[in-house]
């Protein structure tokens, strides 16, 4: 076996579906794009049509196979309908990513059921559901790979992490129970959890020089995240070479958690 092939065996995601939902932006957008160049066919999961058609378009400018599908991650009924149709241009996924979140920081003491129940739904239920509609049929064919994407804020309380860290929380606690169950068929389960990284979703703090020093400084490598950091670790935990790791949080935060 010549070095490429030995490679390809390991990472080579040919033949495979990736669902990747938040895929229009930030890390989702990054890891729809690895996933793709690996030679996995994606289809990209989000609310706002212009950034999925925009995604869509970049992974076709690389040859690869990609769809979209527009969809309210937060309202149970509108997912259900949009997780057939996100099986309909390529077939069953063999790899869900579960990039999507919202991130809503009140004051704990002035945290409604509103921003509450709309966390839970986005971070919390829509992977659950989800990974309960297609990882069944994963397990069925012998392979599957769930990727959820976690945070700092499940392990550690800042800038408000109000119910969003609980959500977070939550999901990794969801990864540990999904691979327990479904592992023993070829599924795996695991979390990659981010440092600070510059994306729309932390536009607030990103905005303020400062903070941005300041968490910069935090990290052991001396600078804040890209998406495209993540780029690696997604075709890792999306291809065969991960077989035998699962319900695990993979922390790709330049040292940030243990600095």
């Known amino acids: 076996m010549t070095n490429e092939a030995y490679l390809r065996e ?24 690895a996933l793709g160049r690996a030679g996995a066919r994606v289809v990209v999961v989000a609310r706002r049509e212009a950034e999925l058609a925009d995604t869509a378009k970049e992974l076709e400018g690389y040859g690869c196979a990609a769809a979209w599908v527009s969809a309210d991650l937060g309202d149970r009924e509108a997912l259900r309908a949009a997780a057939e149709r996100m099986a309909e241009p390529f077939g069953e996924p063999d790899i869900l990513v579960n990039s999507a979140g919202i991130n809503l920081r009140p004051p704990l003491g002035e945290l409604g059921d509103d921003v509450w129940d709309t966390t839970m739904a986005v971070n919390l239920a829509a992977p659950f559901l989800l990974s309960r509609r297609f990882a069944p049929g994963m397990a069925e064919r012998g392979y599957g790979r769930l990727i959820h994407i976690s945070s700092q804020q499940a392990h550690r309380a800042f800038v408000q992490s109000g119910a969003y860290g609980a959500s977070k929380a939550g999901l990794e606690g969801l990864t540990r129970s999904q691979a327990e169950a479904w592992s023993p068929y070829g599924v795996t389960a695991n979390t990659l959890v981010p440092g600070f990284v510059m994306t729309p979703l932390n536009a607030r703090l990103s905005s303020d020089p400062e903070k941005v020093e300041a968490l910069a400084a935090r990290t052991m490598i001396g600078r804040n995240g890209l998406p495209a950091d993540f780029a690696g670790a997604a075709v890792f935990l999306a291809a065969p070479s991960s077989a035998y790791i699962t319900g695990q949080s993979l922390f790709v935060d330049g040292g940030f958690s243990v600095h």
């Not at 579906?17 to 989702?28: K, L, R």
């Open 10 to 33: 390991l990472f080579s995601l040919d033949g495979r579906v990736a669902v990747v939902t938040g895929g229009s932006s930030g890390i989702g957008r990054a890891i729809a794009v």
